[in-house]
Nanobody
Framework: QVQLVESGGGLVQPGGSLRLSCAAS????????MSWYRQAPGKERELVAA????????NYADSVKGRFTISRDNTKNTMYLQMNSLKPEDTAVYYC?????????WGQGTQVTVSS
């Protein structure tokens, strides 16, 4: 079965950096586009970034462009989200996502808190 496991979240000061990881199993990772989403308290889940199967095409929400970088390593079945210049408004639970045969799969999420 599809499994997605996020890690790397934590508490960081404004302007700091974090690198999130998403370890995938149970499906052919290298042939699956992947995405990162986030959900802040009281808000809807929103798309943060997406990456193509080979990693050569990426898309970002306007709010994170120039600060976040999505990447993947198909040899390790792992996706990453490098987050720099973090702001308090980036505080949220971050989820990785894959859609397989019209079904969406989510990890358990990892908490990112940006606060001084």
């Amino acid at each position: 079965q599809v499994q997605l496991v996020e890690s790397g979240g934590g508490l960081v000061q404004p302007g700091g950096s974090l690198r999130l990881s998403c370890a995938a199993s149970g499906f052919t990772f290298s042939s699956s586009p992947m995405s990162w989403y986030r959900q802040a308290p009281g808000k809807e889940r929103e798309l943060v970034a997406a990456i193509s199967t080979a990693g050569d095409t990426t898309n970002y929400a306007d709010s994170v462009k120039g600060r976040f970088t999505i990447s993947r390593d198909n040899t390790k079945n792992t996706m990453y989200l490098q987050m720099n210049s973090l702001k308090p408004e980036d505080t949220a639970v971050y989820y990785c996502n894959v859609v397989r045969y019209r079904s969406a799969y989510w990890g358990q999420g990892t908490q990112v808190t940006v606060s001084s």
